[in-house]
């Protein structure tokens, strides 16, 4: 299970976004560059259309994959009224040939994008991840080289934490604090729901250059 919101900022205002979550997290950032493909089941797999994503990590020596399930957001009264989705997702290792293995067992490649940008990865009442990653669309299957911006000029913003069905008041409750001190710059909100650029964002960014970032 996972806690997540997501909100978008622009390109302009990113440096400013990892001075102020430099001084938040007390981590250093690392690169993040990540080949997703998205593959669906086709009807002979199950009543039920399944999902999967399989990443492959390029910032390692060696690609490395990952085999990713999110299933459908958590329902109910309470699921409503707060501002974090909370979902369950299942993350496994694999090898570089799981591809050929999903082809085989039925799926199909639905799409694939380029994630390029930094993560911070900190303890702060939970294990909270932020990412900061544009979005790239490949004009051929796998070119990722010749890959091109979805949305020149904006960029995606994640905060993700693990979480159980246990804990997961508590860890919803870290991440809605933790997104408090981002409000300047950004306003993050369950994926899905559009909340657009701030208009206090370029005042936010320009402080926050401006003394280099002197979060305490």
């Not at 974090?84 to 496994?92: A, D, H, K, N, T």
């Not at 290792?93 to 293995?101: E, G, Q, T, Y």
Request: proline content about 6%; hydrophobic content about 40%; glycine content about 8%.
């Amino acid at each position: 299970m996972e806690c997540v919101v997501q909100g978008i900022i622009e390109t302009q205002h990113v440096e400013a976004l990892e001075i102020l979550l430099q001084g938040l997290c007390g981590v250093h950032k690392q690169s993040l560059r990540i080949h997703e493909l998205c593959l669906k089941s086709v009807p002979n797999l199950g009543l039920v259309a399944s999902e999967i994503r399989l990443l492959c990590d390029l910032e390692q020596p060696e690609p490395a994959w990952t085999v990713r399930h999110v299933g459908g957001p958590m329902r109910g009264a309470g699921a409503e009224q707060i501002s974090v989705l909370v979902r369950p997702m299942q993350e496994s290792k694999i090898s570089k040939n799981a591809l050929r293995l999903f082809y085989s067992l039925g799926y199909k490649l639905d799409h694939e994008q380029l994630r390029v940008g930094f993560a911070f990865h900190f303890q702060r009442g939970a294990q909270i991840t932020v990412t900061v990653s544009s979005i790239n669309k490949m004009l051929k299957p796998h070119a990722i080289d010749d890959a091109v911006p979805v949305t020149p000029g904006i960029q995606l913003v994640e905060v993700t934490a693990p979480a159980s069905s246990e804990n997961y008041n508590e860890v919803v409750a870290s991440v809605t604090s933790f997104c408090e001190y981002l409000a300047p710059l950004l306003h993050l909100s369950k994926p899905g729901v559009s909340t657009g650029v701030v208009p206090t964002a370029a005042a936010a960014a320009a402080s926050l250059m401006s003394d280099g970032g002197g979060t305490k």
